[in-house]
């Protein structure tokens, strides 16, 4: 597969004709399941061929697909799977995501964790959650966030600079905000953890 964040991509996919959103699904997919993998510039790529709306769509539909596939690799194949497919670096996230896993944090990562999307399905594989719990929280509110993020950029040109600069702060945006009650649910952990010492 072409370069994602090139006109060779987007070549790639207009050419593939009907099959160019199962290329973006499957790509969105891949980038979740193996940590390397940035799905933001397919996002941007597909926003250009197909508009937001459809992309955010596609989005949406590769991220409830992978959500499962990292939920039952953590469940069910454990760290070492997880390891190997998301590296040692992306094993430290989760770890810092399961000491704190619950519904709060699974409900706010998944209105606004976008650039942890990955990291937070295979987190809660290796929590006791059930997956019923789990799956429900992440459909949900994923498609909360989806309905929200079309409705604020349907009409966002990202052909151009400043439309994709729009969008990579958007998300860089949440990213933030995400990061700073992910640090607010920490905290509380780590008090709670000294107060029972």
């Known amino acids: 597969m072409p370069m994602v964040n090139g006109d060779e991509f987007q070549k790639f996919v207009t050419d593939l004709g009907m099959w160019g959103p199962f290329a973006l ?63 040692e670096k992306t094993m430290k996230k989760i770890d810092k995501f399961v000491v704190v896993a619950g519904v709060p944090l699974l409900v706010a990562s998944r209105l606004l964790g976008f ?35 079309i409705f604020i950029f349907k009409n966002l040109d990202v052909t151009s600079t400043n439309g994709v600069m729009i969008w990579i702060g958007s998300v860089a945006l949440a ?13 509380k952990h780590s008090s709670i953890s000294t107060t029972e010492k």
């Open 25 to 87: 699904v499957g790509y969105v997919i891949a980038a979740h399941v193996v940590a390397p993998l940035a799905g933001t510039p397919a996002a941007i790529v597909g926003a250009a061929i197909y508009g937001v709306p459809l992309t955010v769509l596609y989005i949406f539909t590769g991220g409830m697909i992978s959500s499962v596939i990292n939920f039952y690799i953590s469940r069910k194949l454990g760290r070492q799977w997880v390891v190997k497919l998301a590296g």
């Open 115 to 149: 650039s942890l999307f990955d990291v937070v399905s295979y987190a809660f594989g290796l929590t006791k959650m059930s997956f019923k719990k789990y799956y429900t929280i992440t459909v949900s509110c994923s498609a909360i966030a989806a309905v929200i993020w």
């Open 175 to 187: 990213a933030l905000i995400f990061g700073g009650i992910s640090a607010y649910f920490v905290r």
